[in-house]
Antibody
Framework: QVQLQEPGPGLVKPSETLSLTCSVS??????????WSWIRQPPGKGLEWIGY???????NYNPSLKSRVTISLDTSKNQFSLKLTSVTAADTAVYYC????????????WGKGTAVTVSS | EIVLTQSPGTLSLSPGERATLSCRAS???????LAWYQQKPGQAPRLLMY???RRATGIPDRFSGSGSGTDFTLTISRLEPEDFAVYYC????????FGQGTKVEIK
């Protein structure tokens, strides 16, 4: 079965760039049947969708984060990545990667999440 | 942006009781692209329902979903101890947004 894993940096300084990678096992990011997504959850709060990428290269980002977000795909490593620039304390959250079904648009496989703290 | 408003914020019930959770959208959700997720402390969300009323693989039939347009409901017919958690609705009809969550707690 497909599994996603997103080990992360843990601590990022304000104004720097947060970089996370999600490794996919048991499936392929080359599959055209899925979007590969990032979602985050600030401590004690709800879920916020960040964006997704499709194998074709098409991306879709949360309008509120669009100016700072880039999601990319590395098919040779079967991974996809998130870059979030100019971070502040408000970007402190657990970051999840997830797979979204292209047709029915639900997120059925999630990574366990990685906690990222923005602090000097 | 479609805003999803979930109610109530907290539901206090006993095992065996019926839980009814509401999710209201600020605009029609295209093609009923409405999903429900369950999240327990320290865990990733788990998909329960999609297409408003379709149960995900392995989800017990005590979970059911209904609704269309702007009003959606998740019902748990008889609460089991493992059902006490936070539940989120999420729409994919226009970009993607989540509701703020409903916590189902033991009374």
């Amino acid at each position: 079965q497909v599994q996603l894993q997103e080990p992360g940096p843990g601590l990022v300084k304000p104004s720097e760039t947060l970089s996370l990678t999600c490794s996919v096992s048991g499936g392929s990011v080359r599959s055209g049947s899925f979007y590969w997504s990032w979602i985050r959850q600030p401590p004690g709060k709800g879920l916020e969708w960040i964006g997704y990428i499709h194998y074709s290269g098409s991306t879709n980002y949360n309008p509120s984060l669009k100016s700072r977000v880039t999601i990319s795909l590395d098919t040779s490593k079967n991974q996809f990545s998130l870059k979030l620039t100019s971070v502040t304390a408000a970007d402190t959250a657990v970051y999840y990667c997830a797979r979204e079904d292209l047709i029915d648009q639900y997120m059925d496989v999630w990574g366990k999440g990685t906690a990222v703290t923005v602090s000097s | 942006e479609i805003v999803l408003t979930q109610s109530p914020g907290t539901l206090s019930l006993s095992p065996g009781e019926r839980a009814t959770l509401s999710c209201r959208a600020s605009q029609n959700v295209f093609s009923n692209y409405l999903a429900w997720y369950q999240q327990k402390p320290g865990q990733a969300p788990r998909l329960l329902m999609y297409g408003a009323s379709r149960r995900a693989t392995g989800i017990p039939d005590r979970f059911s979903g209904s609704g269309s347009g702007t009003d959606f409901t998740l019902t748990i017919s008889r609460l089991e101890p493992e059902d006490f958690a936070v539940y989120y609705c999420q729409q994919s009809g226009s970009s993607r947004t989540f509701g703020q969550g409903t916590k189902v707690e033991i009374k």
